[in-house]
């Protein structure tokens, strides 16, 4: 199983103002707030559906991640 983070650049907007940012952080906040789930809310949901477990989780992305 493959989980990753995926943002569409599509949005008339999002691709500018991802391009201007320079600061990674300020770059993810835009993603997230744009609609991307992030890795860890994405492993959280496949935990929820039972397609892995949060010991595998923790082994793959560490107890949490740095933002």
């Known amino acids: ?3 990753s983070e995926f943002l569409s650049l599509r949005e ?3 691709a500018g103002a991802v391009l201007d940012t ?6 993810y906040r835009i993603a997230v707030e744009s609609g991307m789930k992030s890795l860890w809310e994405r492993a959280t ?7 892995t477990s949060p010991a595998e989780v ?6 949490a991640i740095r933002i």
């Open 45 to 51: 949901d496949l935990v929820r559906e039972g397609k």
């Open 1 to 3: 199983m493959i989980v």
């Open 58 to 63: 923790r082994r793959v992305l560490g107890v």
């Open 22 to 27: 320079k600061d990674s952080r300020q770059t």
């Open 12 to 14: 008339s907007g999002l």
